[in-house]
């Protein structure tokens, strides 16, 4: 992080979910996901970061709320989380939005509630 440079933000780790349908491929993609989040919980956690006063940086668990089984949540709100099984889009993926923007807001020290981000009234006007 420090090699970013003075203004750089604050550098997250996010762990990844298993892919669902056609991404899918029996045992081996979740295996292959489950080392990708092992090498990405190590770098978190690597000593290397203590040139930047901390000594792991922060994550975001996707995994953990995306798919609390290996079998994945589908759905939130009645619509696909990731309609394609891979990429986060759509109604679906608001609650998915919402939790990652409260996860960032926490880490950075500015906690707060965002479930009323697409209400109109407090939204820029165009």
């Known amino acids: 992080a420090a090699a970013m440079g003075d203004r750089a933000g604050k550098l997250v780790v996010a762990r990844v979910p298993y892919p669902l349908g056609r991404w899918r491929y029996g045992d081996v993609f979740p295996k292959q996901v489950d080392c990708v989040n092992g090498i990405l919980t190590d770098f978190a956690r690597a000593p290397a970061h203590a040139q ?34 891979l990429h986060f889009d759509g109604r679906g993926a608001h609650e998915t939005a919402h939790y990652t923007l409260n996860e ?17 009234s407090t939204s820029p006007a165009p």
């Open 52 to 85: 930047a006063q901390q000594t792991s940086l922060p994550m975001i668990d996707l995994m953990k709320h995306v798919c609390p089984t290996p079998a994945c949540r589908q759905e939130s709100d009645g619509a696909p989380i990731r309609p394609d099984g």
């Open 104 to 120: 960032l807001l926490r880490i950075a020290g500015r906690a707060g509630d965002t479930t009323n981000t697409n209400d109109a």
